[in-house]
């Protein structure tokens, strides 16, 4: 399954975010609905109040009118009312029933070319009728109760406008405008009454709303009472006298809008009222909002119909995108299912050729296992046949011999993960220096170099020697890319980690950069240079094991290693290490907590080990220092010794053994059965450590030196 991964990563197929593109497309379909309907809303609240706003000056215009004409009307009535008085003099009642003949003929000639006067009365102080314009002689009548007669005789000269009647003598609707008569001292002499037709104002109302039904006009008097209206109210309705319009009226306002619910219709208009010149009258016009909203709704269904056919269109289109979409996915993953097959077959054939180069790489191991074993086999003939006496040579170059052989199997085991590491902070600025001259010879006089370290660069967590060893592996590489010499260039500073394209956690670490001005590499090689196994170099020249080292030992580490390569120009390899912060003594070493419970006291040490020659080689260490050693083979044997109730100075234990238990299952044993007996677990594998340190026991890495374990045993 990796291998398949692999030659998907080697060719890779198109991205295609199916979830992502439909989203996409409701978002647009969701768009396309909200998006239009929010217009027509804002459209249709702006628009229904532009035509209020219109309605308002449409009643303006209409009251203005209306103003203008009822103030000529009056006028004019005003006029007639002062020549009237002029002709009569301050005759009394006899002296203008002497004169009735000629004074009927001069009023019907006043009065008679007006079509808004329906006649001219003139009545006594009694409220007998003296003389009018309709009829001679005049019929007897009196209006000597009526409201007119009284109120204008309280307040004359000013004149009283009635409420409308019908009049008798006109035989038509009218309300009369009624002005006093006073005598030189003041003695009442009647009054002067002129009838206007009330059909002259509703005709003229009519004409100028063009019998829009919807429109409404009307002349009031200043205490709200009804003289002219168009169109008219039905017979025996009788408006409500306390209204906002009323009110407006009673308070003298010159002029004015309001919005009210008719006491008779019930319908809800737009009232504008303006007072008629310096006349206690008002005129009104009025706009039903029912007309507005039906006028306003009608238009708004034609812009909707309007703004839904393109919307209609767009949702179609969406759907059918959708279902498209679904088509297309479908196929899509049944292509992928035939690359996938594809590629496996691939894979398989790659992981034919890997193999193939697996099986060089055993044999080039082989080689060099045969070569360190010769060494060691021909130093110990020479032991053999020296008798074991002089034998500083020989052992020297056994030591040599098996310094190689854990060098190599350091190489492996870190390049498959499994290498223990021994972890411990490392100052940068002190320890870069130092490894500077190991790098130089590794490079060779041609390439020179060159190590830059920022005074404050943090400390790492890392082990030391694979640190080294991947430095040295940079070194080599950057001297074979630069076979006429160069530059190789090691820059050591602190840098902090955001949203990186390294796939670690934001925070600190610490960067070494190693750069070459060598030969470079393609992009195609940069992208596999950290496989295993994967080399340019020429059938034996190289394993292609050293960037997968410092791959390993960066990520083991915390981090991870990039490579940038320009063919031609030169590779930079950047190193990412995290800020170490808390200074912990590393658990690979020496556990804390057991080095503070050791006993000085001398004892005997449990050696539980698999391999004789081991355990052999052991034990003679282990009593060098002063303990007596038991052995025992398997953890099984060991937990049943300890079961017996046998106690012992240290159980030293390898952790891989046959059996049931392996070291760490005896570990934990002995920790949660014996919590004060003293255990050292042995392992040449990393990925038993991290099981181990959760227990919270002491690790030797093998190989192991003398000194890590003479600091565990105090035997002596």
């Given at each position: 399954?990796?291998?398949?991964?692999?030659?998907?990563?080697?060719?890779?197929?198109?991205?295609?975010?199916?979830?992502?593109?439909?989203?996409?497309?409701?978002?647009?379909?969701?768009?396309?609905?909200?998006?239009?309907?929010?217009?027509?809303?804002?459209?249709?609240?702006?628009?229904?109040?532009?035509?209020?706003?219109?309605?308002?000056?449409?009643?303006?215009?209409?009251?203005?009118?209306?103003?203008?004409?009822?103030?000529?009307?009056?006028?004019?009535?005003?006029?007639?009312?002062?020549?009237?008085?002029?002709?009569?003099?301050?005759?009394?009642?006899?002296?203008?029933?002497?004169?009735?003949?000629?004074?009927?003929?001069?009023?019907?000639?006043?009065?008679?070319?007006?079509?808004?006067?329906?006649?001219?009365?003139?009545?006594?102080?009694?409220?007998?009728?003296?003389?009018?314009?309709?009829?001679?002689?005049?019929?007897?009548?009196?209006?000597?109760?009526?409201?007119?007669?009284?109120?204008?005789?309280?307040?004359?000269?000013?004149?009283?406008?009635?409420?409308?009647?019908?009049?008798?003598?006109?035989?038509?609707?009218?309300?009369?405008?009624?002005?006093?008569?006073?005598?030189?001292?003041?003695?009442?002499?009647?009054?002067?009454?002129?009838?206007?037709?009330?059909?002259?104002?509703?005709?003229?109302?009519?004409?100028?709303?063009?019998?829009?039904?919807?429109?409404?006009?009307?002349?009031?008097?200043?205490?709200?009472?009804?003289?002219?209206?168009?169109?008219?109210?039905?017979?025996?309705?009788?408006?409500?006298?306390?209204?906002?319009?009323?009110?407006?009226?009673?308070?003298?306002?010159?002029?004015?809008?309001?919005?009210?619910?008719?006491?008779?219709?019930?319908?809800?208009?737009?009232?504008?009222?303006?007072?008629?010149?310096?006349?206690?009258?008002?005129?009104?016009?009025?706009?039903?909002?029912?007309?507005?909203?039906?006028?306003?709704?009608?238009?708004?269904?034609?812009?909707?119909?309007?703004?839904?056919?393109?919307?209609?269109?767009?949702?179609?289109?969406?759907?059918?995108?959708?279902?498209?979409?679904?088509?297309?996915?479908?196929?899509?993953?049944?292509?992928?299912?035939?690359?996938?097959?594809?590629?496996?077959?691939?894979?398989?054939?790659?992981?034919?050729?890997?193999?193939?180069?697996?099986?060089?790489?055993?044999?080039?191991?082989?080689?060099?296992?045969?070569?360190?074993?010769?060494?060691?086999?021909?130093?110990?003939?020479?032991?053999?046949?020296?008798?074991?006496?002089?034998?500083?040579?020989?052992?020297?170059?056994?030591?040599?011999?098996?310094?190689?052989?854990?060098?190599?199997?350091?190489?492996?085991?870190?390049?498959?993960?499994?290498?223990?590491?021994?972890?411990?902070?490392?100052?940068?600025?002190?320890?870069?220096?130092?490894?500077?001259?190991?790098?130089?010879?590794?490079?060779?006089?041609?390439?020179?170099?060159?190590?830059?370290?920022?005074?404050?660069?943090?400390?790492?967590?890392?082990?030391?020697?694979?640190?080294?060893?991947?430095?040295?592996?940079?070194?080599?590489?950057?001297?074979?890319?630069?076979?006429?010499?160069?530059?190789?260039?090691?820059?050591?500073?602190?840098?902090?980690?955001?949203?990186?394209?390294?796939?670690?956690?934001?925070?600190?670490?610490?960067?070494?950069?190693?750069?070459?001005?060598?030969?470079?590499?393609?992009?195609?090689?940069?992208?596999?240079?950290?496989?295993?196994?994967?080399?340019?170099?020429?059938?034996?020249?190289?394993?292609?094991?050293?960037?997968?080292?410092?791959?390993?030992?960066?990520?083991?580490?915390?981090?991870?290693?990039?490579?940038?390569?320009?063919?031609?120009?030169?590779?930079?390899?950047?190193?990412?290490?995290?800020?170490?912060?808390?200074?912990?003594?590393?658990?690979?070493?020496?556990?804390?907590?057991?080095?503070?419970?050791?006993?000085?006291?001398?004892?005997?040490?449990?050696?539980?080990?698999?391999?004789?020659?081991?355990?052999?080689?052991?034990?003679?260490?282990?009593?060098?220092?002063?303990?007596?050693?038991?052995h025992e083979a398997t953890a099984d044997d060991a937990l049943d010794v300890l079961s017996a109730g046998e106690t012992f100075e240290l159980?030293?234990?390898?952790?891989?053994?046959?059996?049931?238990?392996?070291?760490?299952?005896?570990?934990?044993?002995?920790?949660?059965?014996?919590?004060?007996?003293?255990?050292?677990?042995?392992?040449?594998?990393?990925?038993?450590?991290?099981?181990?340190?959760?227990?919270?026991?002491?690790?030797?890495?093998?190989?192991?030196?003398?000194?890590?374990?003479?600091?565990?045993?105090?035997?002596?």
């Amino acid at each position: 399954m990796q291998h398949a991964e692999r030659a998907v990563v080697d060719l890779p197929l198109p991205l295609r975010n199916f979830a992502a593109t439909r989203r996409i497309l409701l978002v647009v379909l969701a768009a396309s609905v909200l998006f239009p309907l929010a217009c027509l809303v804002g459209y249709g609240y702006l628009d229904y109040q532009r035509r209020i706003a219109d309605s308002g000056d449409i009643i303006d215009r209409l009251a203005r009118v209306s103003e203008e004409q009822a103030v000529k009307v009056l006028d004019l009535n005003q006029q007639i009312s002062a020549r009237i008085l002029e002709l009569l003099r301050d005759d009394d009642a006899a002296a203008i029933h002497a004169r009735e003949s000629t004074l009927h003929d001069r009023l019907r000639a006043i009065g008679g070319d007006f079509p808004q006067v329906a006649g001219i009365a003139v009545f006594g102080p009694d409220g007998a009728l003296l003389v009018n314009s309709r009829t001679y002689p005049a019929p007897p009548l009196s209006i000597g109760t009526r409201d007119d007669f009284v109120t204008a005789k309280a307040i004359r000269p000013e004149a009283y406008f009635s409420l409308p009647m019908y009049g008798r003598v006109s035989q038509t609707d009218v309300f009369n405008t009624t002005q006093g008569r006073s005598a030189p001292d003041g003695r009442f002499l009647g009054v002067v009454s002129i009838a206007l037709r009330g059909a002259y104002f509703s005709n003229f109302y009519r004409d100028l709303t063009g019998g829009d039904p919807s429109l409404a006009l009307g002349l009031y008097r200043q205490d709200g009472q009804l003289l002219v209206r168009y169109p008219g109210w039905p017979l025996g309705t009788e408006p409500s006298a306390h209204t906002p319009f009323t009110d407006a009226l009673r308070d003298k306002e010159l002029f004015g809008h309001v919005r009210m619910t008719s006491s008779v219709d019930g319908a809800e208009r737009l009232l504008a009222f303006r007072r008629v010149g310096d006349y206690p009258l008002y005129v009104m016009s009025a706009f039903a909002t029912d007309a507005i909203l039906w006028q306003w709704w009608h238009h708004f269904l034609l812009i909707a119909a309007i703004t839904v056919v393109p919307c209609v269109a767009i949702w179609l289109l969406v759907f059918f995108s959708l279902r498209q979409l679904e088509t297309e996915r479908l196929a899509w993953e049944r292509w992928q299912g035939e690359v996938a097959m594809r590629l496996s077959a691939e894979a398989s054939t790659r992981q034919l050729q890997r193999m193939g180069a697996l099986g060089n790489l055993v044999a080039n191991v082989a080689h060099d296992f045969n070569n360190l074993l010769m060494v060691v086999s021909a130093n110990m003939q020479m032991a053999h046949r020296k008798g074991f006496n002089n034998l500083q040579t020989e052992v020297t170059a056994v030591e040599r011999a098996t310094a190689g052989a854990e060098a190599l199997t350091r190489r492996l085991l870190s390049v498959a993960r499994k290498q223990p590491l021994k972890q411990e902070p490392i100052d940068l600025t002190k320890w870069l220096p130092g490894a500077g001259p190991l790098i130089d010879a590794a490079v060779g006089d041609k390439v020179q170099i060159t190590v830059t370290v920022v005074e404050d660069s943090w400390r790492v967590l890392a082990d030391p020697t694979e640190l080294e060893f991947a430095l040295m592996n940079l070194a080599v590489n950057a001297r074979d890319a630069m076979p006429r010499g160069g530059r190789f260039v090691i820059r050591c500073q602190n840098t902090r980690l955001v949203s990186s394209d390294t796939m670690l956690p934001d925070g600190e670490y610490v960067l070494i950069s190693c750069s070459d001005d060598g030969e470079g590499m393609s992009e195609a090689v940069a992208h596999r240079a950290f496989e295993p196994l994967f080399t340019t170099k020429l059938q034996g020249s190289g394993t292609g094991l050293g960037l997968a080292q410092v791959l390993a030992m960066c990520e083991q580490s915390g981090g991870t290693a990039k490579i940038d390569s320009v063919l031609g120009s030169g590779t930079t390899v950047r190193l990412y290490l995290p800020h170490y912060r808390e200074a912990r003594a590393p658990a690979s070493v020496v556990d804390a907590a057991v080095m503070d419970e050791r006993s000085a006291s001398q004892g005997v040490v449990l050696l539980v080990e698999d391999n004789e020659d081991v355990a052999a080689g052991i034990s003679a260490v282990l009593e060098t220092f002063g303990c007596a050693v038991r052995h025992e083979a398997t953890a099984d044997d060991a937990l049943d010794v300890l079961s017996a109730g046998e106690t012992f100075e240290l159980v030293l234990s390898d952790v891989q053994m046959p059996g049931k238990l392996s070291g760490v299952d005896l570990a934990e044993r002995v920790r949660d059965t014996w919590p004060a007996q003293r255990i050292v677990l042995m392992t040449g594998y990393a990925e038993e450590l991290e099981r181990a340190k959760h227990i919270g026991v002491a690790i030797l890495a093998k190989p192991f030196n003398i000194d890590e374990l003479h600091a565990l045993v105090t035997c002596e």
